[in-house]
């Protein structure tokens, strides 16, 4: 009989490099970890990711990728593993991105509708904010957003 899994079961959030992790590696799973520590059901989410997830921080010249699995997510330095989606930003934009509310099971960004939101949005269209693969992996940027949000 195939085992399944216990949905309430603590989706974990590994730093491979621990502590030789970059500023943005460092970030990302501070982030995720407290996303699933508020709000454990985005574990779901996390587990419909079927490939990685890079952020590039364009003030530090470090990047990170997310890969994610059934159990927790292995954060790396650096661009690894071909990411479908990759976010180039700075710091600020991506702890920015992090406050937008999310609903729907992180499938609807609320938090484009605010002061912060709007910033971000217009980030995205001046191109200082990037984000590759938005058109052609959507579902997956859209997931991202809901991942890294902590806003309730």
Do not use: W
């Not at 992790?21 to 508020?38: M, R, T």
């Not at 010249?61 to 790396?76: H, L, N, R, S, W």
């Not at 912060?116 to 959507?138: A, D, M």
């Amino acid at each position: 009989m195939p085992r399944q899994r216990d949905v309430h079961a603590a989706y974990k959030v590994e730093v491979a490099d621990g502590d030789q992790a970059n500023g943005v590696a460092s970030i990302l799973g501070s982030l995720l970890q407290q996303n699933f520590d508020k709000f454990p059901e985005r574990a779901a989410i996390a587990r419909r990711m079927r490939r990685p997830v890079g952020v590039y921080s364009k003030d530090t010249d470090a990047a990170a990728t997310i890969v994610f699995g059934q159990e927790g997510a292995v954060i790396y330095n650096g661009l690894v593993e071909k990411p479908s989606v990759t976010v180039h930003a700075t710091v600020n934009q991506i702890l920015d991105v992090a406050q937008l509310k999310v609903v729907g099971k992180g499938l609807v960004p609320v938090g484009f509708f605010t002061k912060r939101g709007l910033h971000v949005l217009g980030e995205i269209l001046r191109h200082r904010l990037v984000v590759k693969g938005l058109l052609t992996h959507t579902m997956a940027s859209l997931r991202t957003i809901a991942l890294v949000s902590i806003a309730e």
